[in-house]
């Protein structure tokens, strides 16, 4: 006989289709999106945003009906869902609005003031009339917050385009201020840190139906799409020769790196409103996403540009062997330790994990920074798991100092076998603490056959045999078990052989000496099994 499932098929037929689209209501969106389209036609060219002065009056007359709109369905209807759909599509034409007058900013101070003033004004007036109209609450700090980000979109052209303009011979300024762009932005989102700080409270009587974090955080991620399209309309707009021709044609100063900072203050932003929401699961996923930083980083070393915009852009911040990649690195270890600081739950593995990963991919001096950074992960937490990755960064810094030495192999050795008895010892495991002794005292012999024919003074080869010695039977004398015991007594009796054999070849030169020397070695190891026994004997 066949299985049935007990779970029921799920069958979607047209009508449920027809039912998501009319209870989504996307043509708002689309009826917005062929609006712009239309004024390239318009203008007959496929540069959608620069240069090409998309009709202000145009964008301003649609935000106007849109906000008409919106009023109207809730007032006699209220169809909130379509509502907080148009809300959306206002703050994308505001938006849209602040980056169609780069041309006029350049022309003068005074015409740029003019347009983006009156176009500030007009953005925060419709804001301003959805707000009161439709009743809507908000906290003090977010609205604030809010109007000084719209704020920056407007302003930040004027400051960008006085610096070329009062710079004609030098680009260096006008780089810098396009490159400092989403710098700036990233760390205006934290004007929204006391609405975060709220959690589940911000927006929770709003005046509205809709709900958090759908909103009023639905505008901070507009507003947080708006920085990184901004920051790529910039370049074109201030520095590729101020976007003349189809998008295809244009030489792109913009690197995907520039988009770094304002994704790692968004990390933050959001790590907090989880944090004050006590939304672990969101935490959780918040502590994996530093890898798009890791990601972005990757990128940005992978991409290979040869247009001259893109390398006065690099050649201002990658100096002095600083990469792209390590960009992306630095940012997710400043996240991470952030999360540690706050002490969000595992945050310090981040912490390690980057910061051994950085010792093991930039072999230079800063290992000396990671080790100390990995022995306070460990000492603020002594796990197994922290004490791996501060070894693995002694042994990576050790490898990294002696690399190219003809020691570098032994020291490795000697290093990592004395990392897994310490081990031992701190965690109380057997297995580490056989590891440990075995591979001590397998160094212990090899040095024996190796060192007393080698070109190595006699005082340093005496120095390590006493060292070796003295380490592992302290070490021994602290185990609980036989096998302890007796290793604990070999190595005095290889350490004693190995001075025998040093002593021999290297200080008694007639066959006489020799022998007399020879029987007080004989001597001594008869003397040390008669105290032996005598112990045995006094124990029972």
């Known amino acids: 006989m066949e299985k049935t499932s ?93 980056v169609s007058f780069d041309g006029e900013t350049m022309d003068s ?46 302003v930040y052209p004027l400051i960008v385009s006085q610096l070329i303009l009062q710079n004609p011979d030098n680009r260096e300024p006008a ?29 929770r009587e709003n005046g509205t139906p809709w709900r958090n974090p759908r909103f009023p955080w639905s505008i901070g991620v507009i507003a947080w799409l708006g920085i990184l399209a901004r920051t790529f309309l910039l370049t074109l707009s201030y520095q590729g020769g101020r976007g003349e021709g189809g998008f295809r044609d244009m030489n792109v100063g913009f690197g995907i790196y520039m988009l770094i900072p304002p994704v790692l203050c968004a990390l933050i932003l959001a790590a907090e409103y989880a944090r ?20 972005l980083g990757g990128l940005a070393e992978a991409a290979v540009s040869v247009s001259s915009e893109y390398r006065q ?53 800063t290992c000396y920074g990671g080790v100390a950074i990995l022995l306070v992960v460990y000492l603020c937490n002594r796990s197994i798991l922290r004490f791996l990755a501060l070894s693995c960064g002694i042994l990576a810094s050790i490898a990294i100092i002696m690399w190219n030495h003809e020691l570098a192999v032994p020291v490795l050795a000697h290093a990592g076998t004395a990392l897994i008895m310490l081990g031992g010892l701190l965690y109380r495991s057997a297995w580490l603490k056989y590891m440990g002794t075995m591979l001590w005292l397998t160094l212990y012999g090899a040095a024996l056959l190796v060192l007393p024919r080698s070109n190595c003074p006699p005082g340093v080869i005496y120095a390590y045999f006493i060292t070796m010695c003295t380490t592992g039977m302290v070490y021994c004398y602290f185990g609980k078990n036989k096998f302890f015991r007796v290793v604990m007594y070999l190595f005095p009796a290889l350490g004693g052989a190995a001075l025998a054999i040093l002593g021999h070849r290297s200080y008694l030169t007639g066959k006489t000496a020799q022998v007399i020397f020879w029987a007080a070695i004989t001597f001594a190891g008869a003397f040390g099994i008669s105290m032996h026994k005598a112990r045995k004997r006094k124990v029972k």
């Open 276 to 295: 004050a929401s006590y939304n672990d699961d969101l935490l959780k996923k918040l502590l994996i996403m530093p890898v798009i930083l890791l990601i």
């Open 313 to 365: 852009f690099s050649q201002l911040i990658f100096v002095n062997d600083f990469r792209p990649w390590m960009l992306g690195v630095v940012s997710a270890l400043i996240f991470y330790i952030y999360a540690w600081l706050r002490k969000f739950e595992h945050a310090d593995l981040g912490v390690a994990a980057l910061t051994l990963f950085a010792i093991i991919i930039m072999k230079n001096e």
């Open 6 to 98: 007990s779970e029921p098929e799920m069958i979607y037929t047209l009508g449920d289709l027809g039912k998501l689209i009319y209870n989504r209501n996307p043509f708002y969106i689309i009826s917005a999106l062929l609006v712009l389209y239309g004024q390239t036609l318009i203008l007959n060219t496929h540069d959608y945003t620069i240069n090409t002065w998309i009709p202000v009056f145009v964008l301003g007359g649609y935000t106007l009906l849109l906000t008409v709109t919106a009023l109207f369905i809730v007032k006699k209807g209220e169809v909130w869902d379509d509502a907080q759909s148009i809300l959306g599509v206002i703050l994308v034409l505001l938006l849209v609005i602040s």
């Open 175 to 203: 780089l810098w201020g396009i490159l400092l762009f989403p710098v700036v932005m990233g760390l205006a989102l934290f004007l929204w840190l006391p609405s975060a700080w709220l959690g589940r409270r911000l927006g």
């Open 109 to 154: 101070l005074g015409k740029g003031i003019a347009c983006l003033g009156g176009s500030l004004a007009f953005s925060v007036g419709i804001l301003e009339l959805l707000r009161h109209k439709l009743g809507i609450r908000l906290a003090r700090n977010f609205i604030t917050g809010g109007y000084a980000i719209l704020g920056l979109f407007f």
